[in-house]
């Protein structure tokens, strides 16, 4: 038990580490932030979710998808569609012509509301549909790549052209999903609105539990058989092939995986942000995801969510401060840490950080050693030997 639990944590290192980030996200943040800062925290930490199962998938069992923005559109969007209906009751919507339809759907001259939508009157099936719906669509991205041997650089593209076709088909279907500008004006969840400060505050904890759970669960499927064969399979996968296993179905079911992460994390976006549009979904967004993941450490779970939290705070600092320059100065970032910290934050501590850290702790216990000294050890040690002499 103690055995797997050590396991589950990484150790005494990566309790240490997993203890630092619980007490940054739930204490540090909440105590010096006001309310519009954290709920921007609040919003970075939803794309950690991304990067914490790209590291999975892409770090630990190397498969670069750039299309996880599919799966955080989708998790937003079976949530946004579950918030819109609650806010579309016949009596808010009493000026429209058809009464108990979303706002956007009123606009399009459609009078009833369509099949898709009926099942998301349930929080249930909402709850099961932001998981299910994206990892659904992940099996089969997955059976009909991973079965077929497709992978590297051509699974890459195949994920980008996806992206790019269900931006294009959400933009289209403007009736079903609000189109360019996506579902808007979300205001309650089960009657509790959503919107006022304090609110804010209890989604971000949320939000925040939600994210550490995911990580300990990474952690508990990298400390399993099936962590060593990913690592297994991203080096040697023909080796691995060769001894009997289906390499396949591993990277279906981690792939899988990782979509889930981004789909929770897509629906915590639309509960703390109030909307969910097709900007998420696309290339630019999930290229944007994996610079999270690359420049926290593509194999660490914890220096993803740095990454997120580093990568969306410079992005905002840059396009406040120089509005014309911020991409560059966000490329400039990317190209930095990538030439010269090729393993982002994390390797940078393990190659810097722990040598300081133990030099540091090191001279504190020598001075705290010397210190507990009594003063006439000093004064013995100090004072110069007698020399003997020989009759």
Request: proline content about 4%; hydrophobic content about 55%.
């Amino acid at each position: 038990m103690n055995k797997a639990i050590d396991n589950l944590l990484g150790g005494r290192q990566g309790a240490i580490g997993l203890l630092v980030l619980a007490a940054l996200i739930l204490v540090v943040f909440p105590l010096t932030l006001d309310t519009f800062r954290l709920n921007m925290v609040g919003k970075y930490l939803t794309y950690a979710f991304v990067a914490v199962g790209l590291v999975l998938c892409w770090g630990y069992g190397g498969i670069l998808s750039l299309g996880q923005g599919i799966f955080f559109g989708l998790g937003g969007y079976c949530m946004a569609m579950f918030l819109k209906l609650e806010a579309s009751d016949p009596e808010s919507t009493r000026i429209q012509s058809t009464p108990g339809i979303p706002d956007f759907m009123d606009w399009n001259q459609i009078t009833e509301l369509p099949w898709l939508w009926q099942p998301f009157h349930s929080f249930g099936f909402t709850l099961v549909a932001v998981v299910a719906v994206p990892a659904l669509l992940a099996f089969v991205i997955g059976l009909a790549m991973f079965k077929r041997r497709v992978g590297d650089v051509y699974f890459s593209i195949v994920t980008q052209a996806i992206a790019a076709i269900l931006t294009i088909l959400i933009i289209g279907q403007q009736g079903l999903t609000g189109g360019v500008n996506g579902i808007t004006d979300l205001k309650t969840v089960l009657g509790w609105d959503i919107r006022p400060d304090s609110a804010k505050v209890i989604l971000y904890f949320v939000n925040a539990a939600l994210l550490l759970g995911c990580i300990l669960l990474a952690r508990f499927v990298l400390a399993s058989k099936l962590g060593r064969l990913l690592v297994a399979m991203r080096d040697k996968e023909e080796r691995v092939r060769f001894s009997g296993y289906d390499v396949a179905s591993f990277k279906i079911f981690v792939f899988c995986v990782a979509a889930a992460f981004s789909a929770i994390g897509g629906a915590m976006f639309a509960l703390q942000v109030g909307f969910m549009s097709p900007s998420f979904v696309g290339i630019v967004p999930s290229i944007e995801m994996v610079i999270f993941a690359a420049v926290g450490g593509r194999l660490s779970l914890l220096g993803a969510v740095y990454g997120a939290l580093l990568v969306n705070f410079g992005k905002t600092y840059f396009s406040e401060s120089f509005p014309e320059l911020w991409l560059y100065l966000m490329g400039g970032l990317f190209i930095v840490v990538v030439m010269y910290f090729p393993n982002g934050l994390a390797g940078l501590w393990d190659s810097h950080g722990r040598k300081w850290l133990a030099r540091f702790t090191q001279g504190k216990a020598q001075t705290a050693s010397v210190n507990a000294k009594p003063v006439e050890a000093l004064a013995a040690e100090s004072k110069a030997p007698e020399l003997e002499t020989t009759p």
